[in-house]
């Protein structure tokens, strides 16, 4: 008893500790910036620069995380991981006088993957930052965009769900099961930390509807070999408006070329599978030109004679100015349920997890969320039904 209180002491302690360094700033808001000071000075090279079409951007993040309850027996206390990110987009047209041309490059240091989440599982990461330790180029891509802006092609080093799978309303949820689709990201796509060399083309034939697909080749899977091939996807998408407020509708396919080992034995050329995702801001109060509730559901498919997620089911809402005096800060909750293969021998059929979050938007780009998820059949074995505590302090410039 003694010891779990000291680990939720001292977990209580880090969350303050971090969420100190966010909060600060505010106190500071108000006061004058002396002239010359680095910040102003950093501010006026940025501004040049990006008149020059030159714009440097980046993160730095922290992630903390605290097994609440259940979990592999005996896990750790209080657990951090840092993210460290720097890209540099450049314009074509302000730099080179090239018309509808971007040069992207972008770079990551992390610190390592976060052990306490590692005690829960989940085939599914519970935390989208976890990686290996290092530093590296992990997206380097040319966009070029013609005809007024309705075609627009894209080359190099990329993040596949940069591209296709995304979720709107999904992207400040920590757990990977909202970022895209669970029946492919726990498979074959490639996305942060590695990306994949490939290409794509969007056309956009008018305001509402586009056409996209691409191919991808040496990507990043999760499984323990490497099926070689090359990931092909397409999608459609349909934008609109209902009630006056925007929303999407995603369908996409994607087919993966590689050799596949099937858990009944044997392998198998190909995989392919199926995904939807609709989304759509609901209400926005009154007179108000941001904020409001929104949402999104999904769903995927991939095989399970040789994927461990069949199919998956997400569906969550995210409101943005919940109070008049805090427009920026956002409260989100998601559900989400994945089908596992019979043929894998999991002791459960399903993975289903239950998140909630609020984001304070502290001041100066930074950003305290503190995070709730409740897992059930945390990897389809053994593991107990987890409570996952996790909170991420994030500074954007």
């Avoid at 987890?386 to 994030?394: A, D, E, F, K, N």
């Amino acid at each position: 008893m003694k010891k779990t209180c000291r680990r939720r002491a001292s977990w209580a302690a880090a969350v303050a500790l971090l969420s100190l360094g966010a909060l600060g700033p505010c106190a500071r808001a108000g006061a004058p910036t002396p002239r010359g000071h680095w910040l102003a000075d950093a501010a006026a090279t940025s501004a040049a620069l990006r008149r020059n079409g030159i714009a440097v951007s980046g993160f730095a993040q922290i992630d903390g995380s605290h097994v609440l309850s259940g979990g592999i027996p005996g896990a750790l206390g209080f657990d951090l991981q840092r993210l460290f990110d720097l890209s540099v987009t450049l314009d074509t047209r302000r730099l080179l006088g090239w018309p509808g041309g971007t040069l992207f490059i972008d770079a990551q240091s992390h610190s390592g993957a976060n052990v306490a989440t590692r005690q829960v599982p989940a085939i599914a990461d519970p935390d989208n930052m976890d990686a290996a330790a290092g530093t590296s180029v992990d997206r380097a891509w040319y966009r070029q965009e013609l005809h007024g802006h309705e075609i627009r092609l894209q080359a190099g080093l990329m993040y596949v769900d940069d591209q296709f799978f995304t979720v709107p309303f999904g992207g400040d949820f920590v757990s990977l099961d909202f970022s895209s689709d669970a029946s492919i990201s726990t498979f074959v796509l490639p996305t942060y930390p590695r990306g994949a060399w490939g290409a794509d083309v969007f056309v956009y034939p008018n305001r509402h509807v586009s056409f996209s697909a691409g191919a991808f080749r040496d990507h990043e899977t999760e499984l323990p070999y490497d099926p070689g091939g090359a990931l092909v996807v397409s999608e459609e998408a349909w934008r609109g408006r209902w009630r006056g407020l925007p929303v999407k509708v995603q369908v996409g396919g994607w087919l993966d070329t590689g050799r596949f080992e099937r858990f009944a034995g044997g392998t198998t050329h190909h995989a392919a599978g199926v995904y939807l995702i609709a989304s759509g801001l609901f209400w926005r109060p009154p007179g108000a030109h941001g904020g409001g509730l929104g949402g999104f559901v999904q769903f995927g498919s991939a095989p399970g004679s040789v994927a461990a997620v069949r199919r998956h089911f997400g569906a969550g809402l995210v409101w943005t100015g919940p109070w008049a005096a805090r427009p920026r800060d956002a409260f989100g909750i998601a559900y989400s349920d994945s089908r596992l293969s019979a043929a894998a021998g999991f002791t459960h059929p399903f993975e289903s997890e239950l998140e909630t979050y609020y984001q304070f938007d502290a001041s100066h780009g930074w950003t305290v969320q503190p995070d709730l998820e409740y897992w059930r059949h945390p990897g389809g074995g053994g593991t107990p039904d987890s409570l996952l505590g996790l909170v991420r302090v994030m500074l954007t410039f």
